[in-house]
């Protein structure tokens, strides 16, 4: 099993900045990948920008060059820089760990993001 905590939600200004965090714990495999995903009200869950253990990186378009992704290994700990924040960003993020050994996938509760025009 594998339990993910997010924080770093909350409500900010169109054109401004916040940065999530999601840390794991539990059976950890060295192979994985973390992300984050997102879901509006009466839209379906999508991608925002995964990264691998391995370093490799995807982003949806809609956030290239405004969010970013990055890791710390050793905390098992997932970030989502987030800039030039849009109210159609506006969505409860989840985070997801997938174990590269057996492909589980694991979600956190997820975090609101409100941005406010």
């Known amino acids: 099993q594998v339990q993910l905590v997010e924080s770093g939600g909350g409500l900010v200004q169109a054109g401004g900045s916040l940065r999530l965090s999601c840390a794991a714990s539990g059976s950890i495999f060295s192979s994985n990948v973390m992300g984050w995903y997102r879901q509006a009200p ?5 991608l925002v ?10 982003y949806a378009d809609s956030v290239k060059g405004r969010f970013t992704i990055s890791r710390d290994s050793v905390k098992n700990t997932v970030y989502l820089q987030m800039n030039s924040l849009k109210p ?3 969505a409860v993020y989840y985070c997801k760990y997938v174990d590269g050994r057996y492909g589980m996938d694991y979600w956190g509760k997820g975090t609101l993001v409100t941005v406010s025009s």
């Open 42 to 46: 009466g839209n379906q869950r999508e």
């Open 49 to 58: 920008a995964v990264k691998s253990s391995g370093g490799s990186t995807n």
């Open 88 to 90: 159609e960003d506006t």
